[in-house]
């Protein structure tokens, strides 16, 4: 019996510009890369390179004269529930601040939806409601902050327009809004024209720029690409997979790593669906509860061979991770490459569909 199973390599790259073939230049590093390529291999690139290439970014200046579009030029926005981020919404809310006279930003607590802290944030020592109104004020405008997770608080403030500005609770604020002013979008709206998520996603990149999250138009002929190059190379077909946040909790800082709209933004088709998985110790503490040492590993590769194309809700599954395979790559890939000055934006992923009954 093999004793490996699955293995994530990050594969180190050039720093990729617009207009660089990602097709090409990631097909090349895997290949030279020394791995031993086999059939359902995997290989991820991190949405920041897609981004990139794509060369797919925003000032906050067309921030600004899309919000004025989308708001038929109000003159008081109120901004709500945003995250608490120097890296995601700060230069977001730039933008939104060139838009009107007066912004009005209402901050959930004691924390944002993805776990940032309002007050003494654990990483960044921030109080992001004195961060964000000295944003607003540096462009010369009102601005007015509220600490409150009661969006009535904003009835009868005189405002004009109001921007949901939280990921992945947008829907539920946005009809929350709807019933005080019938003048409300959400990040998605604004700039929907150049990514399919809009703001959603964005990362900043200069002090007056951001990168957008990367559309499945411009990553699906990539990734396929990618997928042909390696088959005509090798014969072996491999996966792929763009992925953004992994979508994992910081047990300490208690903040979840998932700020994207989507893990995923983009992935071959043999990503599709949920993990179909029996839970190993519920077999052996139950079914076969009276073998043991040889006995009791024929017995569980047998069932592992045997079982149904969908154990959904059954007693067997219970315990196995209920989330879809793009996400638990998500989760496995971002961990790998890092957010920093590793040079591995590319993840090379073997033994991820193998199981126990594998030799």
Known sequence: MRTIGTAAFGLRAPIFKQGDDVAQIVTDI??????????????????????????????????AEDIKKLTNNAKSIAVVFPIFSRNRFAILLRGIAKAADKITVLLSTPSDEVGNACKDHPFTG??????????????????EVFIDNNINILKDKNIDAFIAADIHTKDET???????????????????????????????????????????????????TIQQNVFEKTGKHIEVMIYGDGCFKDPVGGIWEFADPVVSPAYTSGLEGTPNELKLKYLADNKFKNLSGTELQKAIKEDIRTKDKSLKGTMATQGTTPRRI???????????????????PIVYIQGYFDNYANE
């Open 30 to 63: 895997v290949l030279n890369s020394g791995i031993e390529i086999h059939d359902k291999d995997i290989v991820a690139i991190t949405e920041a390179v897609m981004g990139r290439t794509q060369g797919n970014y925003a000032t906050v200046d067309e921030i």
């Open 126 to 143: 921030l109080n992001y409601d004195e961060y964000y109104k000295s944003i607003i004020e540096e462009e010369g405008k009102i601005a």
């Open 174 to 224: 946005k009809q929350k809004l709807l019933q005080i002013s019938n003048n409300v979008i959400d990040l998605t709206d604004i700039l929907h024209h150049k990514s399919e998520h809009g703001l959603l996603g964005s990362n900043k990149a200069t002090e007056e720029k951001v990168k957008l999250f990367p559309t499945a138009e411009y990553c699906m002929p990539i990734i396929k």
């Open 326 to 344: 793009t996400d638990l790559l998500g989760s496995l890939c971002d961990l790998v490459s890092g957010s920093g000055d590793k040079g591995t």
